[in-house]
């Protein structure tokens, strides 16, 4: 392969890792699956051979059913959250129109999502109201103590409260969970250098 093929395929990759940071940064119009932790595995009892339903067993609830926030995490595949949260989504990133968004969130149900709750934050932070902003971003990590982007966007508004090292440790945590490669890491560690919150 010649050099000026090599220099283009090399040029390319580059390229294409750029716009890949670009788009991850500010996250995905898409939220990310909820953390769930599966039960200790018990030991079954054994099967009966009845005619009669078993009455003990909960029925088998659909999602518009469902009254268990718990059990609301489930809406990862349902249509009507997807739309609501991409609409959102585009509210905030598209239109920059935070206020609108707050509500359009809110209205998903879904407030102890991880992903939820840090546009909400995200959206009270762009409107200057930093307390519910970091109100909501705990919240955030207490549905996902991994969730990444709250991780960043939490550091970020650290670097705005002038919280340097609460910054560095939140970067720290975004090491540990995705690596210094990981587009939220590089967000973050450039706000640092720079003093600049992209985001």
Sequence with gaps: MSNLKMKQLSLGLLLSAAVSVSAFAAGSDTPTAPVTTAPPATKAAPATTTNTPDKSAPEKKHWWQKSD??????????????????????????????????????ALGQNDRADVANLIGYSYRKLGKYELASAWYE????????????????????????????AVYHLGKIEKICGKGCPEYQSLSAALTTGQTAY
């Excluded at 990862?76 to 206020?99: C, H, M, Q, V, W």
């Design 69 to 106: 926030p718990a059990d609301k995490k489930s809406s990862i595949d349902d249509p009507a959250f997807l739309k609501g949260y991409r609409e959102a989504y585009s509210t905030i990133y598209e239109r920059n129109d935070y206020t609108a968004a707050i509500p359009q969130l809110e």
């Design 139 to 166: 919240r955030a990590l207490k549905a996902d103590p991994n969730h990444v982007r709250t991780w960043q966007y939490y550091g970020l508004w650290q670097i705005e409260q002038g919280n340097r090292d609460q």
